[in-house]
């Protein structure tokens, strides 16, 4: 008998798709992917001289450059790219609810949903809270005045509910991966992707896309922005297990809904383009001399420089946003 709440239906049916047939995958997709990255990073380090580098005796070869969904995120203007590597991050309580909310998801789907929420948020605080002093999310909660920690819990909790309200058990089969770091080096490691999806479904096993990828997003929507890191997680899976996945999707807990791509070479090469783009700028600016390519967007109502930036201060009329 399914017990399954109407919700929870929708997203087996819709989202998971366990029923739908999965799209064939040309074989080659993930060596020509790979290849088309490695030429882009190859033409961006050679132009910034960071390939022959180690020949004229500059330190900056022997760097090697990360790239991120965050770094990827603030390609849109280097004085976005400078200011947040500059800023010491800091948590605050949204951050910390989006943090601890995501892990106490992925507990409650590794354990099977076999505690209450109120136990699992306890199970989630005391992980956290007696990490190393080094760990800033233990040091911010072990902080909280009574007030401000019971307020925190709850808000984590509720949003746990949520999750499960919405969400179906995920059953074995599925081969449920949480908070999976992927790694992909370029270049013998001289460029190293790096991606951690909330989570993926599926495993390879024949010619067809049968992964999913879903991320949870615990606060407000920021569409455009989050197709972008998903295409890029999908690239980082693609090039990883070979084959990519045949959706993916965020989905906004507080909501119960979700935005979704279906798998697409084209949609892939977006990613491609974009990851060499946020190559050429981690190269081009790790010379503290080079000059900064500013442009303002809706980004800037999130950047530290904003209040000082000339390029921000032009939009006179409030397009950026406040």
Known sequence: ????????????????????????????LAPTLRAELEAGARSVLEEHGLLDGLARGDDRYDETLWISKSRLDRVVC????????????????????????????ELDHATRRARAPEQLVDDVW?????????????????????????????AVEQLLTEHRDVWPPLPSWLHVRMEQSTRVE?????????GTPDITL?????????????????????PEQERQE?????LLLTLKHGQPPFRWAVHYVAEGAWDAEDFSEDRLRTAVRRTIDGIDQAARLSDPDAPERLRAGRWCRFCPRRDGCPEYLSQGDGTVGP
């Open 1 to 28: 008998m399914d017990t399954s709440t109407p919700a929870q239906a929708r997203i087996r049916d819709e989202l998971l798709a366990w029923d739908e047939e999965r799209p064939l995958v040309d074989p080659e």
């Open 230 to 234: 998903l295409r890029f997680y999908a």
């Open 186 to 194: 370029l270049l013998d490691g001289r460029v190293v992707l790096l």
């Open 126 to 154: 005391h992980e956290i809270a007696t990490r190393p002093s080094s760990d800033r999310l233990g040091v911010f909660i072990n902080g909280l005045d009574e007030v401000a920690d019971a307020s925190l819990r709850q």
């Open 78 to 105: 280097d004085g976005l790219y400078r200011a947040e590597l500059e800023r010491p991050f800091e948590y605050n309580a949204a951050i910390a609810v989006g943090t601890l909310s995501h892990r106490a998801i």
């Open 202 to 222: 599926g495993r390879v096993r024949d010619d067809r896309a049968r992964m999913l990828l879903v991320d949870f997003k615990t606060g407000m929507r920021r």
